[in-house]
Nanobody
């Protein structure tokens, strides 16, 4: 059974960097048919895909976030991480990690609420 678990601070001060990690179990982040994604859902809005890291370590970013976003991985731990710089209160939302294949997002973490506040 594939499980994804987000971890990281729930409170970040404005202008600081949001750093979260997703730990994967039951799968490997180096399997060739999957990408590993970060997605968020602002209150009252649709899901926003932020970016992904592929099995080979190549990264892809939503242009809306690319100047502030970095995704990295630790293959020895089957973890991948999100860093979002220059945060503002508008970055307050639930952040999800998810696995995707060529058709859909097929496994999701439970999500973690991050609040950006002084």
């Amino acid at each position: 059974q594939v499980q994804l678990q987000e971890s990281g601070p729930g409170l970040v001060k404005p202008s600081q960097t949001l750093s979260h990690t997703c730990t994967v179990s039951g799968s490997s982040i180096t399997i060739s048919k999957f990408n590993w994604n970060w997605i968020r859902q602002p209150p009252g809005k649709e899901l926003e895909w932020m970016g992904a890291i592929a099995h080979d370590g190549k990264t892809y970013y939503n242009p809306s976030f690319s100047s502030r976003t970095s995704i990295s991985r630790d293959t020895s731990k089957d973890q991948f991480s999100l860093q979002l710089t220059s945060t503002t209160p508008e970055d307050t939302t639930v952040y999800y990690c998810a696995r995707s294949n060529n058709r859909s997002f097929d496994n999701w973490g439970k999500g973690t609420l991050v609040t950006v506040s002084p």
